[in-house]
């Protein structure tokens, strides 16, 4: 989810130059405040309508699949996580900060430019998906993890284009257009899933396709919307995308370390798992972590949310309120996330029934288990988003780094000693350490401005 920002004049008008001093002079009006609280509410609304397809495909995948078929699923889409990690500090992240101001008058040209650099990068990895796909088949052509892996491979230029297409819709301060591309593909994916169900072709693959067919629809729709024409406006001086390119790379080099420690520090247990204990291991391991997604969910929201507020405070050299704020939120989040450990603690059985049907009812005890990962999480959001507010993202990267080998040995020592329990255990302690690297790094940090 991205908040969405003041506004910008229109492309070609030339008023792009003066949009700084509006925006120190409109800050803090009434009318710019609620803006931007329903801007906020929008953009939420956009993040809960993504989030609840994902929530959903997994869902109906986990309860109509067999456990090894939705772990050859989950492992797929696991790999593209990992992808996508790389694809926002890359792209999405580099088009947020520097598409409004550098380049707002001339977005329309941007914005091709950054879909070329998407399909240059996204491409090349397409490409190897499908080449490790032909190893896989090589090797074990009768697991669902050839065909899963091929169907990610094909799909993956149009799933990611559909995240770069949203994130436009907030560059240009449109999320209302954001939410309903979102829509359109919760409709449609929901929809789809129901014939694949009803026809009896449910499998990996054909999940894939049908993100990848949703996400193409999808993506139409907001580019249309957003007047995005292939030909661009008559005239319009074009963008090179090596420039945009180098530009991307310069913002989020230092990001892609982190990206890969923490990817290391809370993934590697489920392709462990996979490929240690089985892909049906795998299936129940991920369909126990999802009622602990909500969560999740609400974590990354929050501090997608605080992150403005606590830079305007560092900014402003307001350095104690953005440590009480810190401290305030962190304890917020954990109190919350540990109520709603305790509540699937006890309802662990009826919510797994709820879901599942009783399907994993012999694994329902993981759930409260892996709703300890959030927890944890949720203790140190508010002393990360403080860290980044401040501009020491190296204590981001430092944290994840010191968590990444923790959570691969202990994924192997606890695995052997007690399989997908030992996997679970595994997943909290890396996040823990994570969490407990950055509130000592908080509680260390020098808060002068530099």
Not at 26 to 42: C, D, F, N, P, Y
Not at 148 to 171: D, G, I
Not at 327 to 350: F, N, Y
Not at 373 to 402: C, E, W
Request: charged share 10%; with cysteine; hydrophobic share 55%.
């Amino acid at each position: 989810m991205s908040l969405a920002l003041p506004p910008l004049a229109e492309p070609g008008s030339g008023e792009s130059a003066n949009s700084t001093a509006r925006f120190a002079r409109s800050a803090l009006t009434a009318r710019t405040l609620k803006g931007w609280g329903i801007s906020s509410a929008v953009s939420m609304l956009d993040q809960g309508l993504t989030s609840g397809t994902g929530f959903v495909v997994n869902l109906v995948l986990a309860r109509w699949m067999t456990p090894g078929a939705y772990g050859a699923f989950a492992v797929t889409f696991a790999v593209f996580l990992f992808i996508s990690g790389f694809h926002n500090v890359l792209l999405l992240e580099p088009l947020s900060v520097m598409g409004p101001f550098q380049y707002a008058s001339r977005l329309p040209a941007y914005f091709r430019a950054q879909i070329m650099v998407h399909g240059l990068l996204v491409g090349v990895l397409s490409l190897a998906g499908l080449l490790g796909g032909l190893i896989l088949w090589r090797f074990a052509p009768d697991s669902p993890l050839v065909s899963a892996t091929f169907a990610c491979a094909m799909v993956l230029p149009v799933l990611l284009l559909l995240w770069l297409a949203r994130r436009m819709c907030y560059v240009m301060q449109r999320p209302e257009v954001a939410v309903a591309g979102s829509a359109a593909y919760l409709l449609l994916i929901v929809a789809g899933l129901a014939t694949l169900r009803f026809s009896g072709k449910i499998s990996p693959f054909s999940a894939f396709i049908l993100m990848g067919a949703g996400s193409l629809l999808a993506t139409w729709i907001l580019v249309n919307r957003l007047g995005l024409q292939a030909d661009g406006r008559a005239g319009e001086e074009g963008l090179c995308w090596r420039t945009v390119l180098g530009e991307n790379w310069t913002y989020g080099r230092w990001l892609v370390g982190s990206t890969l420690t923490w990817s290391i520090a809370s993934q590697t247990q489920l392709f462990l798992v996979a490929a240690f204990l089985g892909l049906g291991a795998a299936g129940i391991l991920r369909a126990m972590q999802l009622p602990s997604l909500v969560m999740t969910q609400i974590n990354t929201a929050t501090a997608l949310l605080v992150l403005p507020t606590l830079s305007y405070d560092f900014g402003k050299g307001s350095v104690q309120r953005l440590r009480q704020k810190a401290s305030l939120i962190s304890l917020v989040l954990g109190g919350a996330a540990g109520c709603s450990t305790l509540a699937l603690l006890v309802l662990a059985t009826p919510t797994e029934r709820f879901l599942f049907g009783g399907k994993y009812a012999q694994y329902a005890w993981l759930i409260p288990v892996l709703a300890l990962a959030p927890a944890v999480t949720a203790l140190s959001i508010g002393y990360s988003m403080a860290l980044r507010a401040a501009q020491k993202p190296h204590f981001d990267l430092l944290a994840n780094a010191i968590a990444a080998p923790v959570g691969v040995a202990s994924a192997f020592i606890f695995m052997r000693l007690w399989g997908l329990a030992g996997a679970a255990t595994s997943m909290i302690l890396s996040l823990a350490v994570i969490s407990g690297v950055t509130i000592a790094c908080f509680r260390s940090c020098k808060w002068n401005r530099e």
